[in-house]
């Protein structure tokens, strides 16, 4: 064979590599991470439905996306003594101390989704120094302006937590995801949510196991998905359960849809550490 085919085999071999390179996603790790109890909390205000006298001893989670470089938390938790002071909670461990067993400081994280604004998930914002905030532009820009010009538009907003988000913003810490579908590191996609809040989101993130969903408040426990009831605290209850379904499309098993408040998650998955638990 002469050089000139040898070179045109190679040519021709290299492009048919191309396309499988470049559909190629990284693979990450997930750890749901317990930091807090909120005990005897109303099943009622979590399922849709559910008997009034039902309590249940609620899990505080942020969750851990590691690989390729990054340390992603979807969601930050809380920490301000003003949360206390109106809420029981028990095994308190602060966000940014919780990630020390799995060799983690706070300067290691590389980015935080948040996924709505309720003040449980996005207080511990300013905890870590180095993380670029990601969030939907459209949660932002309602909670920084229009939902304060009515008394009932911004419940469980914290007014001190928008504070910060807008400096972090001026700072240049903060990425905005403009809609639906939006992949902001490679492997990892954030999707609207079911109307938690004015436009809260999940996410999708690429393991070896395939895809994992990280459902945050968008489906706060493993009954929600498995009745096909919408969560109790929903700005709609149709994008709620239309949200849900979507999530089945989208996660590689059903299994792989993780809820926002269940403490079955950390029985549910091989514990790495007490109260931190590997999902993949």
């Known amino acids: 064979m002469s050089l000139h085919r040898i070179f045109l085999c190679l040519v021709i071999a290299s492009l048919a590599i191309i396309p499988v390179t470049a559909q190629s996603k990284p693979q990450y790790e997930i750890y749901a991470i317990r930091y807090a109890t909120l005990p005897d909390f109303p099943v009622a205000e979590l399922v849709a439905g559910a008997d009034p006298a039902r309590k249940l001893d609620i899990a505080m989670m942020i969750w851990l996306i590691r690989g390729n470089g990054h340390n992603v938390l979807v969601d930050s938790g809380f920490y301000h003594d003003r949360f206390f002071k109106e809420w029981h909670v028990n095994d308190f461990i602060k966000p940014s101390d919780s990630l020390k067993p799995l060799g983690l400081k706070p300067e290691d994280i590389t980015d935080i989704i948040i996924t709505h604004m309720h003040w449980d998930h996005a207080d511990g914002m300013d905890l870590f120094p180095h993380a670029r905030i990601w969030i939907q532009k459209d949660e932002l820009q ?17 007014p001190d937590d928008v504070l910060t988000l807008v400096k972090l913003n001026t700072e240049g810490h903060v990425g905005m995801v403009n809609g639906d579908a939006q992949e902001i590191i490679p492997g990892i996609t954030c999707y609207i949510g079911g109307r938690h809040t004015y436009a809260s989101q999940y996410v999708g993130v690429n393991t070896g196991a395939g895809t994992v969903v990280l459902a945050s408040d968008n489906m706060y426990l493993y009954e929600n998905l498995e009745k096909h009831v919408p969560i109790a605290a929903t700005l709609d209850a149709v994008s709620n359960l239309r949200a849900q379904d979507r999530m089945k499309q989208l996660a590689t098993s059903p299994g792989l849809i993780i809820p926002g408040h269940d403490p079955a998650v950390i029985t ?13």
């Open 268 to 280: 549910k998955f091989p514990n790495v550490a007490p109260g931190i638990a590997k999902i993949q």
């Open 142 to 158: 309602y909670y920084a302006g229009e939902a304060w010009q009515s008394r009932d538009t911004h419940g469980g907003i914290d």
